[in-house]
DNA sequence: GTCTATAAAGCGATAGAC
DNA sequence: GTCTATCGCTTTATAGAC
């Protein structure tokens, strides 16, 4: 990808945190990047365009700090539990990156109400990381039962995404979020571990 | 109110259902209620006018009907878990109604994103309707310490929301939501329970 | 109160010069 | 590749008749 791409992909992030998807203009895109508008088609054809590649541009860097998270730290060896906590509370960090991609998948989850051809992209995105959580979940709790821990993992992202809105919004603080999906995680652990013994 | 301004709010109901919050076009609003566009406008000012007084609308239908669940049923004393449940449950029916209602406050909240002038009164509502769902959980659990209680009924309406839009946008089946929704309260209450003895 | 007709503005998209 | 200028459609909002 050219850096002139790159430029304005990050713009049209920057202007989806600020109006979200349906709120983007081209016009504020090309602002926000410096550029004319006709530059912005030019990149991307359409505003349909913009909006693709700029979501894909965002679920990129997405993966990349989630994924990180996945690794281990320096700290030495680390509870399965408290990786999984970490891996969740990234979502709830106020850099303008994460702030960025979280408001960009809660408009996208949003939206998808609304239109169907957003649903399968959504749906397979979705299962992957509620996959992940699943997975660490029976590392936390060696010999649970798969499906539980599939409700367990649904309900955790279920919760993720209900407590991210409101911490968009400015309606809980970044703080009381992480501590209410803190407990959660540990409430769905301990009764995971209870299913075995 | 008059029956015509009713007849508007209905229509407008509507379509933010079909269309979202910002999908509302005044002119669509106007032709799903069967009048002219300016009689919209000679009822409500303008766009916002509209729509603030839409949302009130729906707030007080939603009111309505979740309060309904409160009430002793015929069928003899009941449960206060199953009370709780029953009520919490309300939000995933098919029937139109609802379905406008739990559509409009899910794009009211993923609005409130990006619109700060929305915040206040979702706050306020989401409020009494995290007290209500507290003072059930300490009916089912007499003597659990109030603020866990507090931080058990914001998950569990949190987690409500975010089980809410994959349900309306086809994500997860109607039964499947609830059996999630219905787990977490359980989890929820034996660990108040828990938390006494 | 309700309508038809239209003004005014916003916005996506393109033409054509450089 | 990039810009300025503009077209054309959509949508909000109002004027004025009834």
Redesign the pocket.
């Known amino acids: 990808m ?1 850096d ?1 791409r790159r430029t304005i992909l990050e713009g049209a992030a920057r202007v989806i945190a600020r109006r979200g998807v349906r709120g ?4 504020e895109v090309a602002a926000e990047a410096g ?5 912005v ?3 991307f054809k ?2 349909p365009g913009i909006l693709r590649h700029a979501l894909a541009f965002i679920g990129d860097r997405a993966d990349r700090y989630t994924s990180a998270a996945q690794e281990p730290t320096a700290a030495g060896p680390e509870d399965p539990r408290e990786r999984l906590e970490r891996m969740l509370l990234l979502e709830f960090q106020d850099l303008p990156e994460v702030r960025e991609n979280s408001t960009a998948w809660g408009e996208l989850r949003a939206h998808s109400v609304f239109d169907p051809e957003l649903r399968e992209e959504l749906a397979t995105a979705g299962a992957a990381w509620a996959a992940e959580v699943a997975e660490l979940l029976t590392v936390a709790c060696p010999g649970a039962p798969g499906p539980a821990a599939g409700a367990a993992a649904e309900r955790l992202t279920a919760l993720l995404e209900g407590l991210s809105v409101r911490w968009l919004s400015g309606l809980v603080r970044q703080a009381h979020a992480r501590e209410l999906l803190r407990a959660a995680v540990r409430l769905e652990v301990d009764r995971l571990a209870a299913t075995i013994t």
Chains 1, 2 share one sequence.
């Open positions: 050219t002139r983007l203009r081209v016009s550029v004319s508008t006709a530059l088609y030019y990149h359409d505003r």
